[in-house]
């Protein structure tokens, strides 16, 4: 399996169960995954992006059999554009992460769309955190909302050949732009956070299932939750390889053809 959505380090607020990276590579293999795209936590909060990085690649190294780095870039920076081709030329990593909510920038910006055009020069996936906490349980001092996704259809087809994944988007994708993001083929998204009985089969009802992705969110989320979302969705061997595996190869292979 291959799980397109996993962090490591520690989360700002609290301590995660499996936050120490040994543990969580034992408890994904354990799980089945047998690859982890894998971003930090400390790039929401910290300024040194281009550290966050460097230590970022230097823990997935360590599994590096099972750990995919992808690196972090905050649009609000001066040397953001440095940090993309540091993930690329530094410590070649297949994608980046961004977390719009906590860098205090909107996907209408026009440094999202030149990130967009570095991300396809590189061929890095480019991967957008959308929601990190449900709005219960966040800090009352850190309360961030969900990306908002309204343009973001618009500027993917003005960009067809960089490859966008949404994380953890199922709580805030309202049907309208779900169904605009469906007809744009570089638009891929994991369920880490897709609820409720049968919610795999409904959303790919709504979206193409060719581009659903398999992601647990980890160590916030636990490992088993979205396999086991997978069996009760009861896709058949067929569907359920494609989203465990080979979608995301078929991602993989789309941005660096």
């Given at each position: 399996?291959?799980?397109?959505?996993?962090y490591?380090?520690?989360?700002?607020?609290?301590?995660?169960?499996?936050?120490?990276?040994?543990?969580?590579?034992?408890?994904?293999?354990?799980?089945?995954?047998?690859q982890?795209?894998?971003?930090?936590?400390?790039?929401?909060?910290?300024?040194?992006?281009?550290?966050?990085?460097?230590?970022?690649?230097?823990?997935?190294?360590?599994?590096?059999?099972?750990?995919?780095?992808?690196?972090?870039?905050?649009?609000?920076?001066?040397?953001?554009?440095?940090d993309?081709?540091r993930?690329r030329?530094?410590?070649?990593?297949?994608?980046?992460?961004?977390?719009?909510?906590?860098?205090?920038?909107?996907?209408?910006?026009?440094?999202?769309?030149?990130?967009?055009d570095?991300?396809?020069?590189?061929?890095?996936?480019?991967?957008?955190?959308?929601?990190?906490?449900?709005?219960?349980t966040?800090?009352?001092?850190?309360?961030?909302?969900a990306?908002?996704?309204?343009?973001?259809?618009?500027?993917?087809?003005?960009?067809?050949?960089?490859?966008?994944?949404?994380?953890n988007?199922?709580?805030?994708?309202?049907?309208?732009?779900?169904?605009?993001?469906a007809?744009?083929?570089?638009?891929?998204l994991?369920?880490?956070?897709?609820?409720?009985?049968?919610?795999?089969?409904?959303?790919?009802?709504?979206?193409?299932?060719?581009?659903?992705?398999?992601?647990?969110y980890?160590?916030?989320?636990?490992?088993?939750?979205?396999?086991?979302?997978?069996?009760e969705?009861?896709?058949?061997?067929?569907?359920?390889?494609?989203v465990?595996?080979?979608?995301?190869e078929?991602?993989?292979?789309?941005?660096?053809?």
């Open positions: 399996m291959i799980d397109t959505n996993v490591l380090s520690r989360w700002p607020c609290r301590r995660l169960p499996l936050d120490e990276t040994a543990a969580l590579a034992d408890t994904l293999r354990a799980a089945g995954i047998n982890a795209w894998t971003g930090s936590f400390d790039a929401l909060l910290h300024k040194d992006i281009a550290a966050v990085n460097s230590r970022l690649a230097a823990a997935c190294a360590k599994a590096a059999d099972l750990l995919v780095p992808f690196g972090a870039v905050n649009l609000t920076l001066p040397d953001w554009l440095d993309v081709r993930c030329e530094q410590h070649n990593m297949r994608g980046i992460r961004l977390h719009p909510n906590y860098h205090d920038y909107t996907i209408a910006d026009p440094r999202f769309t030149e990130l967009l570095r991300a396809a020069e590189h061929q890095l996936i480019v991967q957008i955190a959308v929601r990190m906490e449900d709005d219960r966040q800090h009352p001092l850190l309360r961030v909302p990306v908002d996704l309204a343009p973001l259809s618009a500027i993917l087809k003005s960009h067809p050949t960089v490859q966008l994944e949404l994380l988007s199922g709580r805030d994708m309202t049907p309208a732009v779900l169904r605009l993001l007809e744009c083929p570089n638009a891929w994991d369920f880490a956070m897709s609820e409720g009985v049968g919610g795999i089969g409904q959303l790919s009802s709504q979206f193409p299932f060719e581009r659903i992705l398999l992601g647990t980890a160590p916030m989320f636990s490992v088993e939750s979205s396999p086991l979302k997978l069996e969705s009861e896709l058949g061997n067929a569907l359920r390889e494609r465990i595996r080979a979608n995301a078929t991602l993989a292979r789309a941005a660096r053809p």
